[in-house]
């Protein structure tokens, strides 16, 4: 087996070498490389990587003939030359033994997603607990578990069979990602020892501009997999094996309209006005950190553009197995 670790980087020079050195420290017994992908940054992130370079078996891509971070990945892993692919970000560290666990759980599932501790680079404004699983799932479309792209392993073959991320999305490219692979087939698993150190947002605008993406993110994927919905629905309603009929072009929701279906609003309008009771009797600043996360994604699902040029996913002919229920990720 070879590993090849994809990091895609933007402006990264304050927070590149953290990563970088946790990966020197890395106790690897494959061959393996670390592809820092250069999405066009215009500070010092190319020579904090290209300082590594007689620590690490690592290679500068430049990565900026197409933007965003799925572009990046992607690019990258043109470039690799692994057949396990493991994805990390530039202003995370990676935890001690984090290559050796996905590694050795690629062995026996073609995705995997580790777990995201919260405390050793954040301050007062991180409001989550102090670990979280690697597998999440959304309230309107359970049946598929997703992981996040900065605690991310995959099969080479697998990621190329369904064409890599959606460049077209800039935020929730990797919650898409799982989901092809599991349409496609592939099985998804958690990789419980994989632990990354993620990096929070350290200011209230920060949280609020990042849940905000996450929200609009959240709606353009339900557009997007509306499909895949409605089969899953149909199948509960017959609770019967047999391969439901192909999705048609008639199933697919117009790109400018939400779907559908009345889907679940990370937080409706009652639950909007007790955040904001709730902002009242704040009493320790992780309290404020929560209300502006959850009100800031509900206003970016309820107030996304969709974008007809992200197509419309069909459901395939045979359904994977629901997974089993995990803990949904919050804005």
């Known amino acids: 087996m070879r590993a090849s670790v994809i990091i895609a980087a933007l402006d990264a020079e304050s927070t590149l070498g953290e990563q970088l050195e946790a990966l020197v420290s890395q106790r690897v017994t494959v061959t393996w490389e670390v592809l820092v992908c250069d999405n066009g940054s215009r500070d010092g992130t190319v020579a904090v990587a290209r300082g590594f370079a007689d620590r ?4 500068v891509v430049d990565a900026s003939a197409r933007r965003g971070p799925a572009a990046a990945r992607n690019i990258g892993a043109e470039h690799a030359t692994g057949n396990v692919l493991l994805f990390c970000d530039a202003d995370d560290v990676v935890a001690d033994g984090w ?3 996905m590694i050795a759980a690629l062995a026996s599932a073609p995705v995997v997603c580790g777990r995201l501790e919260w405390a050793r680079l954040n301050t007062h404004y991180a409001d989550r607990g102090p ?9 309107w479309l359970p049946a598929l578990a997703a992981g996040s792209s900065n605690n991310l392993g995959v099969r080479a073959h697998a990621f190329a069979q369904v064409g890599g991320f959606e460049e077209a999305l800039r935020v929730g490219e990797d919650v898409d990602l799982c989901w092809r692979l599991q349409l496609a087939g592939f099985s998804i698993s958690e990789a419980p020892t994989a632990v990354v150190h993620a990096r929070e947002r350290q200011t209230l605008r920060g949280v609020w501009r990042q849940a905000r993406s996450y929200g609009s993110a959240e709606r353009r994927l339900a557009a997007r997999y509306e499909p895949v919905r409605r089969a899953y ?10 391969p439901h009929a192909p999705t048609t072009s008639a199933d697919a929701p117009s790109p400018r309209a939400l779907p559908s279906t009345d889907l679940d609003a990370p937080v409706d309008h009652g639950g909007g ?16 950190v929560y209300t502006v996360r959850r009100l800031g994604r509900a206003f970016g699902f309820r107030r996304a553009a969709l974008d007809p040029d992200i197509p419309v996913v069909s459901a395939p ?3 994977p197995a629901p997974h089993l229920p995990v803990v949904g990720r919050e804005g």
């Not at 670990?131 to 309230?139: C, E, K, N, V, Y």
């Not at 629905?233 to 047999?242: I, P, Y």
Request: aromatic residues 4%; without cysteine.
């Open 317 to 319: 002919e045979r359904l």
């Open 273 to 288: 006005r007790r955040l904001l009771a709730r902002a009242v009797r704040l009493r320790r600043p992780r309290d404020l």
């Open 131 to 139: 670990i979280t699983a690697g597998l999440f799932t959304f309230d």
């Open 99 to 101: 290559a050796h666990a």
């Open 56 to 59: 690490l078996p690592l290679t």
């Open 233 to 242: 629905d149909r199948n509960a309603v017959t609770r019967t094996a047999v």
